[in-house]
């Protein structure tokens, strides 16, 4: 059979909200032109985050009925703990809330003024919690991972030789930790590769540095691996997971992503000396140990999550999907990152409104129009995310102006994404009238989530 299928019944639903385009306006208005400050109940199809946002199976839901909620020693932690090890292959596998609370832990020990750490490029929070702390995050992504329009099979992938000039210039003294984020949630939802892992690996030894995975989409990118990386066709998922931890020190993780719950993640490392502090951390500001911020339930959940992320037919059903999204919007002429991403299209704002500059917030722009034009919520990846100011307040604008649209897992039909191809193109079809934003409100860090425009 051509068709692939969801592949899964559908046993408990969750009714959509309708809403008018006139009120649709109004009610962006109020937010400040930010779809995060708009109520969920107001938006048709949800596609702002997959974080925390996927759909639990019916195992799931029974494992949150066999919840251990013994503060201590929960038997539900060693069954989160087996199956954590189980992929990664780790020693000490800690549990946290979510991923950044993995990170702030890793990085407050680590980081600190004069530390600088590197990778294919750090998510949002993750460069938050480095800089927090006073060292510097910085983004080593290979050239062909910063071109949109370019197609090839592992854009996410590290500028190995850049990597090595790093270190040499910053000195491996003040490097506590390389990290490889995969996919990279940032630069397009593409893969990195096996080899990549590898040779970035052989430059972290050569330099006696601990490699770390940002892995919160590693089923993912071992599928992309499966289908597009020699050698690897015949490997299962599972293999492939646990030969890309094989490279990896340890790892930062949310679970809300590729281990299908609506929250939690960890930290998992081999050092035993680190792990002594993260512990001593994680006990003043998640919980304690056999917990870490999560209730018994959730650890539950999780460990049967990750059962269920790397069977092949739901991944197939995963990246084909989304690479659905993206062939319809690319045949109607909709610039997006190529080729699609594992968990999300990423629409590219620089050539959708090639005459609004990166101070007009063109993937603001956009996020509105497809508000506006349907109830569908996106994001901007782009200046309003990770712009900065240099001295005299001019904005230094980001690498790429990108509007994610990231499709939640095991929660949306066909029929939802073929709604959503048809308002990207209504958008796109009407972008000669989409107008610039400027920004009337920003917090001082993580302004995204917070920040309120205003149309130009
Ligand atoms: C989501 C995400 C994080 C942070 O995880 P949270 O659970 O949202 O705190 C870190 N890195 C990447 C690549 C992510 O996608």
Sequence with gaps: MKTIIEPFRIKSVEPIRFTTREERIKILE????????????????????????????SDQWAGIMRGDESYA??????????????????????????????????FSILGGPGKYFASNTFFDTTRANIEF???????????????????????????????????????????????????????????VSMQNIK???????????????????????????????????????????????????????SAKKDALV???????????????KCRNLLIVTE???????????????????????????????????????GEKMMNAGVPIIEPPGGHAIYIDAKRFLPDL????????????ELYIEGGVR??????????????????IPAMMELVRLAIPRRVYTQSHIDYVAEVVIEAYNNRDKMKGYEITYEAPMLRHFTARFKPI
């Excluded at 609506?262 to 002594?276: K, R, T």
């Excluded at 870490?292 to 990246?319: K, M, N, P, S």
């Excluded at 500059?357 to 509105?368: E, T």
């Excluded at 100011?389 to 904005?395: A, E, P």
């Design 357 to 368: 500059s990166s101070d007009k917030y063109p993937g603001q722009s956009i996020v509105c």
């Design 73 to 106: 020693g929960a038997k539900s932690f060693y069954v989160f703990e087996a199956a954590v090890k189980k992929i990664t292959g780790d020693e000490f596998i800690i549990p946290t809330h979510q991923g950044r609370a993995a990170e702030k832990i890793i």
């Design 199 to 253: 040779d970035v690996k052989a430059v972290c030894k050569k330099y006696d540095l601990p490699l770390f995975l940002d892995a919160c989409r590693f089923a993912e990118n071992a599928y992309f691996i499966k289908l597009r990386e020699k050698g690897y066709e015949n490997k299962s998922v599972i293999e492939i997971c646990q030969e890309m931890f094989s490279y990896a020190d340890g790892s930062t993780m």
């Design 30 to 57: 109020e937010a400040g032109y930010n779809t995060f400050l708009v109520r969920a109940d107001d938006v048709l199809i949800d596609l702002l985050t997959d974080s925390g946002t996927s759909a639990m199976s």
């Design 262 to 276: 609506n929250i939690g993640g960890w930290l998992s490392l081999n050092d035993s000396e680190l792990a002594l």
């Design 378 to 395: 996106a994001v901007e990846i782009g200046s309003v995310m990770f712009g900065k100011y240099d001295k005299t307040g001019k904005l």
């Design 287 to 325: 919980g304690f140990p056999t917990y870490g911020g999560l209730a018994g339930r959730d650890l539950e959940a999780i460990a049967q999550g990750l059962e269920e992320i790397v069977d092949e037919h739901y991944l197939q059903y995963r990246i084909r999907s989304t690479e659905y999204l």
């Design 133 to 191: 702390t006073g060292a510097e995050a910085v983004d080593l992504l290979n050239e062909t991972g910063k071109h949109p329009e370019q197609s090839a099979p592992f854009k996410g992938n590290m500028d190995v030789e850049a990597l090595e000039a790093f270190i040499k210039k910053t000195g491996k003294e003040n490097i506590p930790l390389i990290v490889l984020t995969v996919t990279n949630n940032s630069g397009g939802g593409q893969p």
